[in-house]
Nanobody, 114 residues
Framework: VQLQASGGGLVQTGGSLRLSCATS????????MGWYRQGPGKQREVVAT???????YVVDSVKGRFTISRNDAVRTVSLRMVNLQPDDTAVYYC?????????WGQGTLVTVSS
């Protein structure tokens, strides 16, 4: 099983990034998927989830700025982030929802400079 997040980087406040998560070894189309993040000195938190029917949940702090999507044909889940703020600085992970402890990958680092 692999859940490989990519697309992070360094951006200025107000910038945009698109994260992507490539998966293998899971029955992707049957799973609700999620993006999570862990900021410096903070606990990991859910950012957004997307169900098998495409319905989504986005945490209030990023509502209107982050959009989660999925492509079952290529088994990927993406996170489009706009108007990034310094508080968005974190390592971003993808996983199932609810998350499977053994399936946390390396994550991808997003750094937003002020």
């Amino acid at each position: 099983v692999q859940l490989q997040a990519s697309g992070g980087g360094l951006v200025q406040t107000g910038g945009s990034l698109r994260l992507s998560c490539a998966t293998s070894g899971i029955d992707f189309s049957l799973r609700r998927m999620g993006w999570y993040r862990q900021g410096p000195g903070k606990q990991r938190e859910v950012v957004a989830t997307i169900d098998t029917d495409g319905s989504t949940y986005v945490v209030d702090s990023v509502k209107g700025r982050f959009t989660i999507s999925r492509n079952d044909a290529v088994r990927t889940v993406s996170l489009r982030m706009v108007n990034l703020q310094p508080d968005d600085t974190a390592v971003y992970y993808c996983n199932q929802s609810p998350p499977i402890a053994s399936r946390w990958g390396q994550g991808t680092l997003v750094t937003v400079s002020s």
